[in-house]
C-alpha cells in the first residue's frame, strides 16, 4: 500500500465548478498535512496546509481532514482554467517523513 | 516570501560525470532537503540537509552517490556524482521555517540530462 494515494485523473471540470481532489494516507500517526499546486514544467508551489480535524479556508480553496478516515481533501470553488495543474498532497508521517502522493491532474474547460 | 535560487537551472551532462547543484535561500532557515521528480513522477526526498553535520539519507540514496553540504543556514549543495542516464530527473531544493511539521518551499528546480 503507498503511504499516500490519490487519482491520478485527468480530473476535467468546466470554468466555475467546484473541483474536488482527494488524498489517503497510510500511517495514522501522520499529523500535518500539505497541498501544492504544480504548473507543467515548474516547481510545486504550496497551497494550504492542515493539522487539525476539520476544514480551512483560504479564498476560493478548502482543506477538509478527517483523521479517523485518514482522509485529506482540497476543494476549489469557483474554478477557473489558470487552476489547471497537477495537484500534490504531502504528509508528514509519524517518523517525520514527508511523503507526497503522485498528484491528480486538474483540468478546467472554459 | 523568501527567494529560493538554485543553479543551474538546467544541464545537459556525459555519463560518468558528476554535477554540482547549489541552492541558496535568502533568509536563514531550519530545514532543507533535497528531492528528485523524475519524468511524471511525484517528488521522492533523497535526503535532509543537516547545518554543520552529515545528511540525513532516505532509504535507496547513499552518501557516495549524492553527497550533500550544507556550511550554513542559508545554503546547500547537492552533488549527483558518476552519472548515468537513470539519474535524468529534476532535483529539487526546499527548505522550511521552523520545526520539521512546518510547510516546505520549493526552488525552481534544475533539470538533468545524461547523455
Known amino acids: 500500500q503507498k503511504e499516500v494515494e490519490q487519482n491520478s485523473g485527468p480530473l476535467s471540470v468546466p470554468e466555475g465548478a467546484i473541483a474536488s481532489l482527494n488524498c489517503t494516507y497510510s500511517?495514522?500517526?501522520?499529523?500535518?498535512f500539505f497541498w501544492y499546486r504544480q504548473y507543467s514544467g515548474k516547481s510545486p508551489e504550496l497551497i494550504m496546509f492542515?493539522?487539525?480535524?476539520g476544514d480551512k479556508e483560504d479564498g476560493r480553496f478548502t482543506a477538509q481532514l478527517n483523521k479517523a478516515s485518514q482522509y485529506v481533501s482540497l476543494l476549489i470553488r469557483d474554478s477557473q482554467p489558470s487552476d489547471s495543474a497537477t495537484y500534490l498532497c504531502?504528509?508528514?508521517?509519524?517518523?517525520?517523513?514527508?511523503?507526497f502522493g503522485a498528484g491528480t491532474r486538474l483540468t478546467v474547460k472554459p | 516570501s523568501a527567494v529560493i535560487s538554485q543553479k543551474p537551472s538546467r544541464d545537459i551532462c556525459q555519463r560518468g560525470t558528476s554535477l554540482t547543484i547549489q541552492c541558496q535561500v535568502d533568509?536563514?532557515?531550519?530545514?532543507m532537503f533535497w528531492y528528485r521528480q523524475q519524468p511524471g513522477q511525484s517528488l521522492t526526498l533523497i535526503a535532509t540537509?543537516?547545518?554543520?553535520?552529515?545528511?540525513?539519507?532516505e532509504s535507496g540514496f547513499v552518501i557516495d552517490k549524492f553527497p550533500i553540504s550544507r556550511p550554513n543556514l542559508t545554503f546547500s549543495t547537492l552533488t549527483v556524482s558518476n552519472m548515468s542516464p537513470e539519474d535524468s530527473s529534476i532535483y529539487l531544493c526546499?527548505?522550511?521555517?521552523?520545526?520539521?511539521?512546518?510547510?516546505?518551499?520549493f526552488g525552481d528546480g534544475t533539470r538533468l540530462s545524461i547523455l
Open positions: 526546499s527548505v522550511a521555517w521552523g520545526g520539521s511539521n512546518q510547510p516546505q518551499h
Open positions: 500511517d495514522r500517526g501522520s499529523q500535518s
Open positions: 492542515i493539522y487539525s480535524n
Open positions: 504531502a504528509v508528514l508521517t509519524s517518523n517525520n517523513d514527508m511523503r
Open positions: 533568509s536563514q532557515v531550519t530545514m
Open positions: 540537509a543537516n547545518q554543520g553535520s552529515e545528511a540525513t539519507y
